[in-house]
């Protein structure tokens, strides 16, 4: 069965260029046991400097985990170019970047580990405990790149915050703005949006007497049980 790939090589006379393109999607790396080693064997089957354009919503943590360690033991550099999004998990990724480019009209976004429990208060907590455990580790790669407090990274996760080059210059998430000479780019307002701040500024904006009507939010994402047995396998 052929492997659907959500990356892909091309190679030229300035060397070799990595497109990670859509959903880092748990199913075409997890689907067989050989995906992972493959990627590895293909970013090592050639020598000197890479580039990788980023334009993804994220996806599986565990299996960008696996990706960032790559990229960071890849003997030569790695440009990170993000031309699109590089939200999530896909944030992480950037993060091994040995220069990290982003386009002006690009964004970035991070966020609090998602997944999917159910079950008696004992596996709840559990849950609970393993997103945390999660986070810790996510936060390790924001931290190492860009020198931001443990605290101010973790309060950035909870608000779910995007970021528009400029911020994501200002914040170390990115190094440089992709054609920065170009006139005027250097007016390009740095912002940070946080979705949970924006839900709150709306609510408050309801007659006090008035109740919004609760509807409830369904998120999706890996079980836990799922997610425990991948943090295993990588232990």
């Known amino acids: 069965m052929k492997i659907k790939k959500f990356w892909n090589w091309i190679k030229n006379e300035e060397g070799r260029t990595l497109f990670l393109n859509g959903v880092i999607s748990e199913e075409t790396w997890y689907g067989d046991e050989v995906t992972p080693q493959m990627f590895k ?15 993804s919503p994220g996806g599986d943590c565990i299996a960008a985990s696996q990706i960032y360690n790559m990229l960071m033991e890849y003997k030569g550099d790695v440009i990170i ?9 896909a944030s992480v990724i950037a993060m091994a ?9 690009g ?7 998602l997944t ?25 790669a924001y931290e190492i790149k860009t020198g931001i407090s ?7 996760m909870d608000s779910e915050s995007w970021f528009n080059a400029k911020k994501a210059v200002e914040l170390g998430f990115a190094d440089n703005i992709m ?13 940070t949006f946080s979705n949970m701040i924006a839900v709150n500024s709306i609510l408050n904006k309801f ?20 997610l425990e047995k991948r943090l295993n396998l990588i232990k």
């Open 207 to 226: 007659p006090k007497e008035d109740k919004p009507i609760d509807k409830p939010i369904i998120e999706t994402g890996t079980s836990h049980k799922e």
């Open 116 to 140: 999917v429990a159910f079950g008696d208060a004992f596996e709840m907590e559990k849950a609970r405990a393993m997103l945390s455990e999660v986070k810790e580790s996510i936060i390790n």
């Open 81 to 89: 170019k993000i031309d699109g999004i590089a939200a999530s998990a």
């Open 97 to 105: 970047g040995t220069e990290v480019q982003i386009s002006p009209t």
């Open 179 to 191: 054609f920065s000479k170009v006139e005027g780019l250097e007016e390009i307002e740095g912002l």
């Open 41 to 55: 064997d293909e970013l090592n089957s050639g020598e000197g400097n890479i580039t990788v354009w980023i334009n």
């Open 150 to 156: 443990r605290v101010k990274l973790s309060n950035l």
């Open 107 to 113: 964004l970035m976004m991070i966020h609090n580990p």
